[in-house]
C-alpha cells in the first residue's frame, strides 16, 4: 500500500493559522485600514486618479462594513462577523486585483495595493470569525 500522501500525517495542522485577532482587534485594523486607503487616496489624488480612486473605493467598503459590523466599534451592527468577513475577502480581491481592472498594473502604485491585499489576507486567517456568534 503506497502512502506518499497520508491525510493523518499532520499536513493539516502545520498549515492552520492560529485564529489570533479578536473581534475588537479586528475592528481596530479594519478602522486603521480605512485611514490608510483615505490616506494614500489623497496623497495620490493630484498624480494618479486611477490609483487615488481605487484608494477611495477600499476606503468607503472597510469604512462601511465596519461601522456596519456587529463587533466592537461597530455602530450600526447589521452585519455578522461571518457576514463580515466575506466582505473581506471581496474588498481585499478588489484590492488585489484593482490594479489591473483600473489599468495601472505594471505601475508603481500597484504595490501599495498588492501588498495591501496580502496582508488583509493575514488578518482574515488570523481572526477569531466564531468569537460572535
Do not use: C
Request: no cysteine.
Amino acid at each position: 500500500m503506497n502512502h506518499a500522501y497520508d491525510v493523518n500525517d499532520g499536513y493539516e495542522r502545520s498549515r492552520t493559522i492560529p485564529a489570533v485577532i479578536s473581534p475588537a482587534g479586528h475592528a481596530v485594523l479594519d478602522y486603521g485600514v480605512a485611514a490608510t486607503f483615505f490616506t494614500v487616496g489623497f496623497g495620490l489624488l493630484s498624480r494618479h486618479r486611477r490609483a487615488a480612486t481605487l484608494a477611495f473605493l477600499n476606503g468607503a467598503i472597510v469604512l462601511g462594513m465596519s461601522l456596519m459590523t456587529n463587533y466592537p466599534g461597530g455602530v450600526y451592527r447589521v452585519i455578522s462577523l461571518k457576514g463580515h468577513r466575506t466582505g473581506d475577502i471581496a474588498q481585499a480581491a478588489l484590492a488585489g486585483m484593482g490594479p489591473m481592472l483600473f489599468g495601472f498594473a505594471g505601475e508603481p502604485e500597484a504595490k501599495f495595493f498588492y501588498g495591501q491585499a496580502a496582508s488583509e489576507a493575514g488578518v482574515i486567517a488570523a481572526t477569531d470569525w466564531n468569537a460572535i456568534a
